[in-house]
């Protein structure tokens, strides 16, 4: 059974930075695609960044220049390097698990993340 676990969200200021963290368990991570998306309330859910097998990393133009996504496959974690944070940065961070094994997305609970201006 896949578990992801999303952390590291929190509250600041415009401008400011975070640092979010996922760690898988049950699957072969390092053969699996990464990838964070965020909802905003009252929005749809929205792809942030992608990091693949093979450390190819690709992000949204919102946030091109400003975020990071990392992997650690030794510790099954992928990371999201968040800087010069917006007000419109402000939703639930997901992290999501693709398995090109059974072509199925898993997800994380999501942590919360609020920029104030």
């Known amino acids: 059974q896949v578990q992801l676990m999303d952390a590291g969200g929190g509250s600041v200021q415009a401008g400011g930075s975070l640092t979010l963290s996922c760690t898988a368990s049950?699957?072969?991570?390092?053969?699996?695609?990464m990838a964070w998306y965020r909802q905003a309330s009252g929005n749809e859910r929205e792809w942030v960044a992608s990091?693949?097998?093979?450390?190819?990393?690709a992000y949204g133009d919102s946030v091109k220049d400003r975020f990071h996504i990392s992997r650690d496959n030794a510790k099954n974690t992928v990371f999201l390097r968040m800087n010069s944070l917006k007000p419109e940065d402000t939703g639930v961070y997901y992290c999501q698990l693709y398995s090109h094994y059974t072509a199925t997305p898993y997800w994380g609970q999501g942590t919360q993340v609020t920029v104030s201006s």
């Open positions: 990091a693949a097998a093979g450390g190819a990393t």
């Open positions: 049950g699957s072969r991570f390092n053969l699996a695609s």
